[in-house]
């Protein structure tokens, strides 16, 4: 079927269902495109409390359906493809997590928004990339806290607030994998160049870095910079947004160590596609499903997330 066609067919199915599509960022460029709502992770959180659409079709990885899902559970909530999955999140099993945090007792516990509904179940407060240290930052100084499981993000929010929080060994196989000695060269090749670097880079990425935020905070910077060329330390799929945004400006992807080929791709988002939307519209299949016992747990610390980030 040609993609004009696909297109046609995905918009009758979704104005006849009452169904919205959301993406992340990190979507390949055509999801991007026909998506009513495309945004970062605390973006598509936010809104999935708002629409008044029967069907969600989040077009991101299994996570990020959950959280839809605990916020909205009389909606039916789709993926496109259910092995989208999350590295993060893999890393951090919830019987492995609540073994942790029974080690640490009397700690209040962070959990990165990149978890499944079953960590969210065992957390405080849920936080993402974008209003992590905000979040942190309404703790007192000498609070005793677990911030899982990304550790490149906890070890960056330690920094930048003085903290000393107990971190969980895990991380983002995209972000962990970008290449320093192309970034040198790059920035050797592209002196003028700004280096924009996600916090769940390593921490020798991001001492590279000329700005460092949350995909949205980097896509916002991109904008309202007066320079012009940027290398680009996150899912290359951002890219997308940024030339739509700012078509005279130059976006270059840093590449992944070992690769042949110049973006770094989460080979996870990349599983949903605009066939896939479309079974998924027809079918109404796959549907995401959150035990209720562990979404009424996991709710309470996504509201609060929501709440302290007025």
């Known amino acids: 079927m040609e993609q004009s066609e696909l297109i046609e067919k995905i918009n009758l199915l979704r104005k006849e269902k009452n169904a919205v599509i959301m993406a992340h960022y990190y979507q390949e460029g055509a999801i991007q495109d026909i998506a009513d709502m495309i945004g970062d992770s ?47 999140a893999d890393s951090c099993k919830a019987e492995d997590f609540e073994a942790f945090i029974k080690q640490h007792p009397d700690h209040t516990v962070i959990s990165y928004v990149n978890t499944t509904a079953a960590v969210k179940a065992l957390t405080d407060v849920v936080v993402t990339s974008t209003n992590a240290r905000k979040i942190v930052d309404q703790f007192p100084q000498d609070a005793k806290l677990i911030f899982g499981p990304d550790r490149n993000l906890g070890d960056y929010i330690n920094k930048i607030s ?60 991109a ?53 896939k939307i479309y079974e998924c519209l027809k079918n109404e299949t796959p549907e995401i499903l959150v035990n209720e016992a562990i979404r009424v747990k996991a709710v309470k610390p996504i509201l609060k997330m929501l709440e302290m980030s007025k």
Not at 47 to 73: N, Q, R, Y
């Open 42 to 88: 605390l973006a598509l959180a936010q809104w999935a409390t708002k629409t008044t659409a029967d069907i969600l079709v989040v077009c991101g990885v299994h996570f990020m359906g959950e959280t839809a899902k605990i916020l909205s559970p009389h909606k039916k909530v789709m993926v496109p493809d259910m092995n989208a999955g999350c590295s993060l």
């Open 162 to 221: 003085g903290r000393n929080m107990v971190l969980w060994n895990g991380a983002c196989h995209v972000h962990e994998q970008f290449s320093v000695e192309q970034l040198v060269s790059l920035k050797k090749q592209y002196p003028e160049a700004k280096v924009l670097a996600h916090p769940e880079c390593k921490n020798v990425v991001l001492m590279l870095a000329d700005y460092i935020g949350s995909t949205q905070a980097l896509l916002n910077y």
């Open 223 to 275: 904008t309202e910079s007066n320079d012009t060329t940027f290398l680009i330390a996150t899912e290359s799929g951002i890219i997308h947004e940024m030339q739509k945004r700012n078509p005279s400006k130059t976006f270059i992807p840093i590449p992944p160590v070992d690769s042949t080929c110049g973006c770094n791709n989460c080979q996870y988002m990349r599983l949903n596609t605009l066939e």
